[in-house]
């Protein structure tokens, strides 16, 4: 019974426009969902790890953020979850990317303190392995990155939990190296920047919008919703793009390749910060954006079902994956969902 519905689940388009189909594959077995977990693909398997919510009760009802370190690994599309082990700790907010050995995880949060921790999941003979790699220069969540050839490049983000400040520091990993050490990359020539999302194409590692932090009257930091766009070559360092049409802050990262654009879905513009009732909030911009690196110009293009932000986006089986998230503030979705290109 579990598997058929999983295949009907599956096979629902629900939607298309901009030139991608999109379709529910079978919900994370947590019914609150998680925001900004680990999430990659090893061995052609979907894996997903870590990730917060508020389990008890909304947080504006006094609900407590929760922290968790389950791994979880799905074997095909339409097949059922199956747990898979524990990270070294509970973890959300870092970045991870995909490579041909594992699943690479840098940084992130848990209740207590910003880590510095890098380390590889990987998938093999049905079995979890987790491998330490060099930690990050300095302790690091809410950061954007992408792997730009083999070389991994990761930064901004903040330093230290309740995101008083924010960093334009950057380092690169060179993936390849018979001894991979991490190196500090320029910094972003513009403001510290949290939750942005990176992007990686023809040798270059883009970082679009994010939150840049501001004191207020009352001394908590206040958010700047931001509409740049860099982007990093190692032979020409930082470029200033044009501007992202709206401001996007945690959108769904790395920004994915498709039908010769890169796409930037959903990410909260800003637009209903401090919304009340909170209960009430609609949820975050269903617009998807389409950026051409070659024009360096953007677009619409389309909309998506299911916006989401603080969630990985993940490549797997020629579709792009979207693994639970946050579908409006303090509130997760443990629905996933895939897009992929629409042919006519």
């Not at 598997?3 to 947590?30: K, S």
């Not at 969540?141 to 792997?147: K, L, P, R, S």
């Not at 911009?285 to 989401?308: F, H, K, M």
């Amino acid at each position: 019974m579990i598997r058929l519905a999983a295949v009907l689940c599956l096979c629902a388009v629900v939607a298309r426009g901009g030139g991608v189909a999109w379709e529910r594959l079978p919900p994370l077995p947590d019914a609150h969902g998680v925001a900004a977990p680990f999430a990659g693909v090893h061995g052609d398997v979907l894996i997903v790890g870590g990730g917060a919510n508020v389990p008890d009760r909304p947080p504006w009802e006094g609900g407590a953020k929760v922290w968790h370190d389950r791994v979880r690994v799905l074997e095909k599309p339409d097949g059922p979850w199956r747990e898979a082990g524990r990270l070294p700790r509970p973890l959300a907010y870092g970045v991870s990317v995909s490579t041909p050995d594992g699943v690479i995880c840098v940084g992130g949060s848990d209740t207590t303190a910003h880590y510095a921790d890098v380390f590889r999941l990987s998938w093999t003979q049905g079995a979890l392995q987790t491998h330490p790699l060099p930690p990050l220069p300095i302790a690091l969540a809410n950061a954007c990155g992408a792997v730009v050839g083999t070389t991994l490049c990761v930064g901004t983000g903040s330093e230290a939990p309740g995101e008083q400040s924010a960093t334009h520091r950057a380092f690169a990993l060179d993936l390849a190296a018979d001894r991979p050490a991490w190196r500090e990359l320029p910094p972003l020539p513009a403001r510290g920047r949290l939750l942005a999302t990176a992007a990686a194409h023809d040798g270059r590692w883009f970082v679009w919008g994010g939150a840049a932090l501001d004191a207020s009257p009352d001394g908590k930091p206040k958010r700047e919703y931001l509409r740049e766009a860099w982007s990093y070559h190692a032979d020409h360092g930082w470029r200033r793009l044009a501007d992202l049409p709206r401001p996007s802050v945690a959108a769904p990262s790395p920004a994915p390749w498709v039908n010769g654009s890169l796409l930037l879905v959903s990410g909260d513009d800003g637009s209903l910060a401090g919304f009340t009732p909170p209960e009430k909030h609609p949820g975050f911009p269903g617009t998807i954006l389409a950026y051409d690196p070659v024009s360096d110009r953007w677009r619409e293009a389309g909309a998506t079902p299911a916006p989401r932000v603080t969630v990985p986006c993940v490549e797997w089986l020629g579709r792009h994956i979207l693994p639970s998230g946050e579908v409006r503030p303090g509130v997760r979705s443990p629905d996933v969902w895939s897009f992929f290109p629409r042919h006519p």
